[in-house]
């Protein structure tokens, strides 16, 4: 086992964000984001088992079956029918194979050299960018950033949903500390100012619905050249 297996993680997936990936409904981003959490997160990992295996069972009980149960009825009834849905491709399962240099698999098959090779675009003081979004007309943001320590990220919040996957490192605020293997999974209500507080650079993958939405009159300035 590697370490990153055995890692403790902190911070996990909202219950809504796990319905909403087990039932296919979100960007190729964010699915992509979690699946990196879920190659070292084993709860979240049972977690959106169990959601495969109730979405499972109640399509399937949709076609003429009494649906009047409760959720854990139908989570037993699933088990019970021995759901086949554990074997999503996108879900890693937690052994080995599932680093590329060092980073979860989800993230290290999107890289052109491994991590620490990449051409960082400079955006700021102690921040750099690698784009991952082959889509320039969506409107979300999937992207790396390089943190130095001691980088602090503006103020800001987002009309939508914001996924942060800590690859290395780590960084505090408002919500709490967050490092490696963590997910910081945040809606449109919060609104947070990252501290890097690690020795070593933290690198972070930021998947998002919509643009970010800075509070400062600076950060505002900024943000059409910056576009983070
Ligand atoms: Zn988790």
Same mark, same amino acid.
């Given at each position: 086992m590697s370490s990153l297996q055995t890692m403790s993680v902190n911070h996990h997936l909202t219950d809504e964000t796990i319905q909403e990936y087990s039932a296919g409904a979100l960007s190729v981003p964010m699915e992509t984001l979690i699946a990196c959490h879920l190659t070292v997160c084993a709860h979240c990992r049972a977690r959106v088992e169990r959601a495969d295996q109730i979405g499972g069972f109640m399509i399937s009980a949709s076609?003429? &079956?009494? &649906? *009047?149960?409760s959720a854990a009825d139908l989570l037993q009834r699933a088990k019970a029918a021995g759901s086949?849905?554990?074997?999503? *491709? +996108?879900?890693?399962?937690?052994? *080995?194979?599932?680093?590329?240099s060092g980073v979860p698999r989800p993230l290290g098959r999107l890289l052109p050299k491994p991590i620490n090779q990449l051409a960082w675009k400079r955006i700021a003081p102690g921040i750099k960018q690698f784009n991952l979004? &082959?889509? +320039?007309?969506?409107?979300g943001a999937f992207k790396l950033l390089h943190l130095t320590p001691g980088a602090t990220l503006s103020d800001h919040s987002h009309e939508d949903r914001e996924l942060t996957y800590v690859v290395r490192g780590s960084y505090h605020d408002e919500i709490g500390h967050f490092k490696t293997g963590d997910i910081a999974d945040l809606d449109g209500h919060h609104s947070h100012k990252p501290v890097i507080d690690s020795k070593e650079p933290c690198i972070a993958l930021i998947a998002t619905h919509s643009p970010v939405r800075y509070s400062g009159i600076l950060s505002r300035l900024m943000q059409p050249f910056v576009g983070i």
């Open positions: 076609d003429g &079956v009494e &649906v *009047s149960a086949e849905s554990s074997t999503r *491709s +996108t879900g890693p399962r937690g052994d *080995s194979g599932n680093l590329i979004d &082959v889509d +320039t007309n969506r409107k």
